[in-house]
T-cell receptor, first 112, second 111 residues
Framework: NAGVTQTPKFQVLKTGQSMTLQCAQDMNHNSMYWYRQDPGMGLRLIYYSASEGTTDKGEVPNGYNVSRLNKREFSLRLESAAPSQTSVYFC???????????FGPGTRLTVT | RKEVEQDPGPFNVPEGATVAFNCTYSNSASQSFFWYRQDCRKEPKLLMSVYSSGNEDGRFTAQLNRASQYISLLIRDSKLSDSATYLCVVNRAGGYNKLIFGAGTRLAVHP
């Protein structure tokens, strides 16, 4: 039982490049989330998926897109990376949006 | 006003000390409350849920005060391994319920 897994763990991109961050959970959770965390700041919600087939914007959605591929997988895409997107990205899942969330180990992204 | 506010600290305490953190929230209709722990450069991990009657898990005690809209975390007999950032988490009631994470309180326990 791996919980929440994320790939890659580290990534360096040049400005303008695109990439997709992958997230998968094996807890049969309905809801999944993408957060970013910058130094000295709290978690900021980028997008979430309350249930399979739905996605909604969080606090900071600009520059990102998401896909809820199936119940297990939720990906985050940066279409044209910018230095302001340098951050640590965490994926999380929960049984429902009101319940406690479980986090993946994070992806450390640097955009130069 | 932020939806969830915490003192960022750091709280520097010696081993064996008792330390308490408070967190205030703005939405009186909030129903779910949690404390998470985050170690440096790691993911947040659930420490404990906070129930209306208060709850205890070993050296950790969580309390909820609905009238004043705050939750607290008490750590007794602090260990070096308790050094971390503690995140207060509250659900945003109304519409789609979502959890709102505070920015965290940093605790440093020294020998």
């Amino acid at each position: 039982n791996a919980g929440v897994t994320q790939t890659p763990k580290f990534q360096v991109l040049k400005t303008g490049q695109s990439m997709t961050l992958q997230c998968a959970q094996d807890m049969n959770h309905n809801s999944m989330y993408w957060y970013r965390q910058d130094p000295g700041m709290g978690l900021r919600l980028i997008y979430y998926s309350a249930s399979e087939g739905t996605t909604d914007k969080g606090e900071v959605p600009n520059g990102y897109n998401v896909s809820r591929l199936n119940k297990r997988e939720f990906s985050l895409r940066l279409e044209s990376a910018a230095p302001s997107q340098t951050s640590v990205y965490f994926c999380a899942s929960s049984e429902a949006t009101i319940y406690e969330q479980y986090f993946g180990p994070g992806t450390r992204l640097t955009v130069t | 006003r932020k939806e969830v506010e915490q003192d960022p600290g750091p709280f520097n305490v010696p081993e064996g000390a008792t330390v308490a953190f408070n967190c205030t929230y703005s939405n009186s209709a909030s129903q779910s409350f949690f404390w998470y722990r985050q170690d440096c450069r790691k993911e947040p991990k659930l420490l404990m849920s906070v129930y209306s009657s208060g709850n205890e898990d070993g050296r950790f005690t969580a309390q909820l005060n609905r009238a004043s809209q705050y939750i607290s975390l008490l750590i007794r007999d602090s260990k070096l391994s308790d050094s971390a950032t503690y995140l207060c988490v509250v659900n945003r009631a109304g519409g789609y319920n979502k959890l709102i994470f505070g920015a965290g309180t940093r605790l440093a326990v020294h020998p």
